[in-house]
């Protein structure tokens, strides 16, 4: 995948009714500015095609992102305290809500936590809940070049037992040294893969209308 990225379109911007691509999707959510779209930009070793900011709030609705014929990436508004109006933010919540309860092809949700502050109650309740929904999570701890040395084993530690991570997360990043890069990249092509690999969900047994095929006496 990753080598195969090739061109990269930015299929829009969108509210609801995301367009049907038939691809594995990956979503990346997290508070408003811990650096989802640097991260996205990142990944995709393009400058500024995820648009990114010091203001919090800047991705106000979910951006695609399709890498050649493999697999698209979801930009997720922040939730939190982007400074918006309150009209736009109480969009928010039921809009990423539905995304995620209702996209059929999400494969994976990578979830940005700051590797510098302690975990917030949303971002357990976000763990919880896809956990819940049997959506694969894998946890990303973001900003790691600004922790001293003395810190990063520890802040790291605490938040893999904040939100009960399996061992090898959360996986350490920074867009200014690249770290993280390959982990993360090996991470969404096994996920990925497992997803193409399931089987598809058992239909929901139809409506049983025996009652009007009863032959007349
Ligand atoms: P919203 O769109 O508001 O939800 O924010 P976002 O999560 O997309 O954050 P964004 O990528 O715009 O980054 C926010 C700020 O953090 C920017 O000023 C980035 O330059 C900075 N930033 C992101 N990643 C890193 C990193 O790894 N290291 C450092 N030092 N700064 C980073
Ligand atoms: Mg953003």
Redesign the pocket.
Known sequence: MRNAIGKIDFLGSFQHELPEHGLPEVAFA?R????????LNSLMKRKNLAR???T????QAINLFQLGGTIVFA?L??YGY?RVPDAVRRSWGPMIEAYLGERETLALVVL?VDSRRDVRAEEGELRFNLTQARIPTVVVA?????LKRSQRARQLATIRRDLHLPTGEPIP????TNEGRTALWDAIEGKVRDFLAAPDPVPLPLPDDSDDMEPSP
């Not at 408003?32 to 991260?39: E, I, P, R, T, Y």
């Not at 990043?173 to 200014?176: E, H, V």
């Open positions: 997290g408003s500015n811990v650096g989802k779209s640097s991260l990114t900011s010091s919090p709030g800047r991705t930009d508004p922040g982007a940005l973001t900003k790691v070049d600004k990043f920074s867009t200014q």
